[in-house]
């Protein structure tokens, strides 16, 4: 739920905001009229911007508010919708910010081809800052994003997951990209070399927390909200920090750990059996620490942003903080 | 055929080719045991490394040998890689480089994260460089390989392609890779505009060659050179240019037009009707006539080296561009 002090952030930095939009749906045209409009408006669809913002605001702290700071911007939210083009095709899945995905009503091989494209634009806008560090920092940004994305795959299915392995897989999959976007906009505004790695540390464990509460929303909410089941990961067979805490409090020869091996390894898929451990997971409290979990990344965060000369902006970047965590009541 | 001067150019090259591969093998190390050496014996089984030598011959002319040109090497070459590892993907082709593909042994998806890993590695080599234009050209190059290859996935299973068209996609494809590599190496070595231009123009016009050759060879060989069928981009919908040339000598109406209209669509695919409309191009002379375009590109690249100092160099780059036509002999 926006409160109205996030509703101030947006508005405040609506104007730039709206610079990256532009610098967006120019970089993601594509010369093929049916393909052009679908592509479009899967970029157009997406969200809240975060990571632009967050850009944005790093840039802003150190008084920097013009380009190159918006083409750097316009180039991560790109990243991000290229790699949710490829991770949809991955999953197979059916919706995505509550349409259709591409892999849906496209050949999965012209999906792979668009979202390369969508890569290339992407790096084209981050090239276009001129600054080697920025391009340095997104392309280990990308690296590190598919490492998540495998290490989700290669470790899919199996319980015997530590809470380290997963917010490692996490840190990449998300987090890298929170991270790369608040210390590319600290490098773009010429901040001071401890701020720019604090600005990074704030990054990183807001894109943590922002993981944590989309993972506990998976148990949380159903078809309406999310537009998939309660328990999707679950049946993906992706252990996510819920299923490690309720996991971790479980006898190894018990019923419901004989359940939960079952459902993550695939072996069981009759939605009964989902519902049920979606249920137990909801009435062991596991869904409360690990919101728990999200809330010290977010209070960490906070703490990072004291490097911050501008004060205004500070509050803002808390205040953002303070919203990605609060998405879950 | 390597003629005895093509392989003194090799030979003169390999101190600085064997420094592109320690950087090619180490960018191409990915985490996950199996995985990396699936991807690491398709980055060794690649070929003769013609765009990396292009770069560094580039570099050569203009009396620079050493870093950042072994790495801008390394990520042409690897982008080059991960876009043959979507291009399989994509085309669903069982070999590469007579081993089988990564689709052939992996899930699509991790196909598909791998290659994604695999363009993430090749920018970071390109950041590498700290040059802004370097990077530049790196992510436009990556654009245009998309581009041409999502033209080609488009207007496959059709016979009205102009010439124009053809060249178009086959610059995206293959050429503009070509142009990059030669570009970035005349950069690195700090060469004068006019000549970074003119090498941009050998490489593109090699490319072009190469491709051609490639199209033409496709209708020459079967299984045994190219782990493939005499005719397979026919058989795929991807019509080339001995099949446009080919076309343009038909009666719309004649029996021929109608087979190799029918072949081409996919509507005919007994391998009878495919091997006769393979040995009718053979016999229309349209292979001659596409070796012939190819050979006019090969003496235009040649023509484009003389802005080269280095006279050893210069001669190297005119054998490389005639080993890329002699590929065919």
Redesign the interface.
């Known amino acids: 739920m926006v409160n109205i002090r996030t509703r101030d952030v947006f508005a405040t930095m609506r104007p730039g905001m709206l610079q990256v939009e532009e610098r967006l749906e120019d970089a993601a045209r594509?010369?093929?009229p049916v393909?052009s409009d679908l592509v479009l408006g899967l970029v157009r669809a997406g969200g809240k911007r975060l990571r632009p913002l967050v850009l944005l605001l790093a840039g802003r702290a150190f008084g920097f508010d013009h380009e190159p700071i918006f083409t750097a911007g316009a180039g991560v939210e790109l990243l991000h919708t290229a790699?949710l083009v490829?991770d949809d095709?991955?999953?197979r899945s059916a919706l995505r910010r509550g349409r259709p995905t591409l892999n849906s009503v496209l050949p999965?091989?012209?999906v792979?081809?668009?979202?390369?494209?969508l890569?290339?634009?992407s790096?084209?806008l981050?090239?276009?800052t001129?600054?080697?560090r920025v391009?340095?920092i997104?392309?280990?940004t990308?690296?590190d994003?598919?490492?998540g994305?495998?290490r989700e795959?290669?470790v899919a299915h199996r319980l015997d997951q530590t809470r380290e392995e997963y917010e490692r897989r996490i840190y990449g999959k998300t987090a890298s990209l929170f991270a790369g976007a608040a210390e590319m906009g600290a490098i773009i505004a010429s901040a001071p070399e401890d701020a720019v790695q604090a600005l990074r540390h704030f990054g990183s464990d807001v894109g943590m927390a922002f993981q944590i509460v989309d993972d506990v929303l998976d148990f949380r909410e159903g078809t309406q909200q999310l537009g998939k089941p309660a328990g999707h990961d679950l049946t993906q067979g992706t252990v996510t920090l819920p299923a490690i805490i309720y996991a971790s409090g479980l006898n190894e020869s018990s019923a419901a750990m004989t359940l939960l091996r079952g459902v993550v390894s695939g072996e069981l898929d009759d939605p009964d059996d989902v519902a049920k451990v979606v249920q137990d997971i909801r009435d062991s409290g596991a869904l409360d620490s690990a919101m728990l979990e999200a809330e010290r990344f977010i209070s960490r965060a906070k703490s990072c942003t004291s490097s911050a000369p501008d004060l205004e902006t500070r509050e803002m970047l808390e205040e953002i903080a303070d919203f990605v965590y609060e998405r879950s009541a």
């Open positions: 594509i010369d093929f393909v790699s490829h095709t991955v999953d999965s091989g012209a792979i081809l668009l979202g390369d494209y890569f290339a634009q790096a084209r981050a090239a276009a001129e600054s080697p391009v340095s997104f392309a280990s990308l690296a994003i598919c490492d994305q495998l795959m290669f």
